[in-house]
């Protein structure tokens, strides 16, 4: 079973909601991962902006993420584009040429090559 994570809720809006979708999906991710199972995730839209949160020490869900960056494949080039976010070094996500766009990760690609996908 492969399953790619994509996070899309907005850590700008400090709320419970948003901050419960980032930690389901990072404990989806862990879950998937101690079990051998190929697991990518991945942030898009607003959600560019968690990495530099995440990153943070203090942050509540900071040693979760850690734990899991290795699955992390990058964020929407575009989406970080529109959003301003810093995308921590991690690779910018392009393969999805969207017109006006400097490029989406695609979802096509992650379907053909077997991931179920999964929203948070």
């Known amino acids: 079973m492969k399953t790619a994570i994509i996070v899309?809720?907005?850590?700008?809006?400090?709320?419970?909601?948003?901050?419960?979708?980032?930690?389901?999906?990072?404990?989806?991710?862990?879950?998937?991962?101690?079990?051998?199972?190929?697991?990518?995730?991945?942030?898009?839209?607003?959600?560019?902006?968690?990495?530099?949160?995440?990153?943070?020490?203090?942050?509540?869900?900071?040693?979760?993420?850690?734990?899991v960056l290795d699955t992390v494949v990058g964020l929407s080039c575009g989406c970080a584009d529109v959003f301003g976010a810093d995308d921590q070094g991690l690779p910018r996500l392009t393969a999805n040429a969207v017109p006006g766009t400097t490029g989406l990760p695609s979802i096509l690609a992650l379907q053909r090559e077997g991931f179920s996908v999964l929203t948070f």
């Open 8 to 67: 899309l809720s907005d850590p700008k809006s400090n709320s419970d909601e948003a901050l419960g979708r980032v930690f389901s999906a990072l404990a989806v991710a862990h879950e998937l991962k101690q079990a051998g199972e190929p697991v990518k995730v991945l942030f898009a839209g607003a959600a560019t902006r968690w990495p530099a949160a995440l990153n943070q020490p203090a942050h509540p869900v900071h040693g979760l993420y850690k734990q």
